[in-house]
């Protein structure tokens, strides 16, 4: 079996130090995981059976390295002491669609530096529970002031639970979903509800940062509401588009098709690079049939209410939304998005691109949501409103650098004019939220590089196999 030899090749000893699991999926609806101390067979339902010496995801604890001294005490820790959440479930879904699931995925070592091959000094993507940590944070009207509660979500419970908070209960508006609604609210219905998206926020160091008084206005979310400590368990890969789209359609990614950030499909022969400047808004074209968002659930649930979409691809069903503004611009020649967002300024990272770029989208973020805001007799029924500098400073200097502690800074006083505004309006009281992510992050050692495609190359030629290595780390099989 090609995938078999390919995984015992690429689990060998010399790439230990860049190589933490290679997985593949089997006919019987199982997947087989290898790892540097053995090989491991996952079944529906989490149950595990070791094939050969230990089981490299024998720790599944999705409450791992908390309180959060003992993640600042362990940073991007060895697969002996790691732990990986739902490794099963997480793991057949990303492999149970035909045309776009890759024959195997090789996972990076947290601590692999890769920038070569598109990586960063933070880092995600992996299956182990500090990568895939996103907040889960509930407040406002109709959530108990409880704190910290200890417990964990995941991030396809993200979308019953926007509707469940806006008191949806039409059977039809809820069937499919394949998480559930987090049960931390009193029965008070039909809110207005505003969910935020800190891309890459890591869990715990967001939670750290509100109690030091660093970020005020999470910390008024959280003196007025609930956070789970273990926060949401983001789909496997713990990327940026396959969680925005699992966040806002309530299944992952083997039902709604966003594999990752960059995949191939079979059928439509094509790469598709989903987290693109230049693809975003075209989200809807790489959602299954029968998928649907949160935004058209809520439609026909509630027709006639508002829905806005703020700095967010995954916008299908959204009465208003910042793609569909981009949609537009695409129709005028010689137009970019870019040219119409603000200029950068008060931020001393601004010499980093992708930092300087991300404050200027979230600058015209922040005046969108305002302005669909403004007037509290026509303010939207459900908000989703995502922000990007958070992820820039994450991946420019990894978690708990100076870069990523302010973009978190930058996020919250974003946050803070909103809610400073919905005191103006009288609104405040009225509204529910929820704060989340869509993955975590780790910090990369710059000192453990290298990378897997040699001893690829050299194990298809030897099988005379062909491949595409996307991502790196999605290896799909005799495709040119």
Not at 2 to 9: G, K, L, P, W, Y
Not at 94 to 101: P, Q, T, V
Not at 376 to 387: D, I, R
Request: glycine letters at 10%; one cysteine or more; proline letters at 8%.
């Amino acid at each position: 079996m090609s995938a078999r030899e390919i995984a015992e090749a690429l689990t060998r000893p010399h790439l230990a130090h860049i190589v933490d699991l290679v997985a593949y999926p089997e006919p019987a609806g199982t997947v087989v995981v290898h790892g540097q101390r053995g090989v491991v067979r996952l079944f529906t339902g989490e149950r595990h059976e070791v094939i050969a010496g230990s089981d490299p995801l024998a720790v599944t604890d999705p409450l791992a390295f908390l309180p959060y001294d003992r993640e600042r005490a362990n940073p991007s820790p060895p697969n002996a002491s790691n732990a990986y959440p739902e490794p099963a479930r997480r793991l057949l879904s990303f492999f149970a669609d035909a045309d776009r699931s890759p024959d195997l995925v090789v996972i990076h070592t947290p601590s692999h530096f890769f920038p070569d091959e598109g990586g960063h000094a933070g880092e995600h993507g992996s299956l182990d529970v500090i990568q895939s940590r996103a907040p889960f944070l509930l407040s406002g009207a109709g959530i108990p002031p409880a704190g910290r509660v200890p417990g964990y979500a995941r991030m396809i419970d993200v979308a019953p639970t926007l509707l469940r908070l806006a008191g949806v209960d039409d059977p039809g508006a809820l069937e499919g979903f394949e998480g559930q609604a987090v049960e931390m609210m009193d029965e008070v219905p039909s809110r207005r509800v505003v969910g935020l998206l800190w891309d890459g926020a890591p869990s715990s160091e967001l939670l750290a940062l509100a109690a030091e008084g660093e970020l005020p206005a999470v910390a008024e979310l959280l003196a007025d509401g609930s956070a789970l400590t273990g926060g949401a368990v983001a789909e496997f890969p713990s990327v940026t588009l396959c969680n925005h789209t699992t966040a806002l359609t309530g299944v992952g990614p083997g039902r709604h098709g966003v594999l990752g950030n960059v995949f191939y499909d079979r059928a439509r022969g094509e790469r598709i690079n989903a987290n693109d400047e230049s693809t975003w808004h075209r989200s809807a074209e790489w959602l299954r049939p029968g998928v649907r968002t949160v935004f058209e659930r809520l439609a026909r649930a509630r027709p006639g209410s508002r829905s806005v979409c703020v700095n967010e691809a995954v916008d299908r069903g959204a009465t208003t939304s910042t793609m569909q503004v981009v949609r537009a611009l695409g129709d005028t020649p010689g137009s970019s998005v870019t040219d119409f967002l603000p200029p950068a300024t008060g931020s001393p990272h601004l010499d980093d691109r992708y930092f300087a770029w991300a404050t200027r989208v979230d600058e015209a973020g922040l005046a969108q949501v305002l302005r669909e805001w403004a007037d509290p007799a026509t303010a939207p029924y459900l908000t989703w409103w995502s922000t990007v500098v958070t992820d820039a400073g994450h991946h420019a200097g990894g978690p708990r650098s100076p870069i990523a502690r302010n973009s978190l800074r930058d996020a919250d006083r974003r946050l803070g004019i909103f809610l400073a505004h919905l005191d103006a309006i009288g609104l405040r009281q009225q509204v529910t939220f929820l704060l989340t992510a869509d993955h975590g992050f780790e910090a990369a050692d710059p000192g453990v590089t290298g990378s897997w495609r040699p001893a690829l190359a050299d194990v298809c030629g030897r099988l005379g196999v062909t491949y595409r290595d996307e991502g790196p780390g999605f290896v799909y099989l005799n495709v040119e």
